[in-house]
């Protein structure tokens, strides 16, 4: 499994540059570098100059904005999620159908899969322990909502309600996490979402209200 030194995490002793500072080009660029060195390679053999090499920036550049390697990956990648993020935040409110509300969660989830392969693989290789240090899986409001959503579905009898919250989320974001990393490891040729309609049925069958 991947994973950071404690050496990678430095002190500063100056202030980094905002990134509001650095042109949206360069910052791209950037981002598709750590997306595909940190996809490809173990963490600890990763280097700044390799990262710098591959986005085409100095290395001075880097050091400028991110002081560090470690601070570069989770910065980057909250970046990367916080996108994914609104998406999700757009789809959760706004629709009166809790089925409706996730069905559109879980379309823009599997595309995120579809269009970032490399996104996922990096991800994936995060240890348990690490991961929070990726801000937003600590975004309140997300959360807040996605909670929100599946408690409605409780309330309207749609969704099961006899575990709790928690447990509902996990298993609508198992789902997601399961299927996207196999998807992207055997590396298929069909985008995920090809196949939506069927999946979504055995998502919602598994959180959905049981017969009586």
């Given at each position: 499994m991947k994973t950071f030194s404690q050496s990678d995490s430095l002190t500063q002793t100056r202030s980094l540059a905002p990134l509001s500072d650095m042109r949206p080009a360069t910052l791209d660029k950037i981002e598709q570098a750590v997306r595909k060195v940190f996809a490809g390679f173990d963490a600890n053999e990763v280097t700044m100059a390799q990262i710098a090499k591959s986005a085409n920036v100095s290395l001075q550049t880097l050091y400028k904005y991110f002081g560090d390697k470690q601070t570069l990956f989770y910065t980057i990648m909250d970046i990367v999620l916080g996108r994914l993020a609104a998406r999700i935040m757009d789809h959760l409110q706004g629709i009166d159908s809790v089925q409706d509300r996730l069905r559109k969660t879980l379309w823009v989830?599997?595309?995120?899969?579809?269009?970032?392969?490399?996104?996922v693989m990096v991800l994936s290789s995060v240890s348990a322990s690490r991961i929070r240090n990726i801000a937003i899986y600590e975004n309140k409001e997300l959360i807040g909502a996605f909670l929100a959503v599946l408690e409605d579905g409780q309330n309207r009898g749609v969704l099961n309600d006899t575990v709790p919250l928690h447990i509902l989320f996990d298993v609508f974001m198992g789902f997601i996490s399961r299927l996207g990393l196999m998807h992207t490891i055997r590396q298929t040729e069909t985008p995920l979402n090809a196949e939506f309609d069927a999946l979504f049925v055995i998502l919602w069958r598994a959180i959905s209200k049981p017969e009586a």
């Open positions: 989830c599997f595309d995120f899969v579809d269009s970032h392969p490399d996104a």
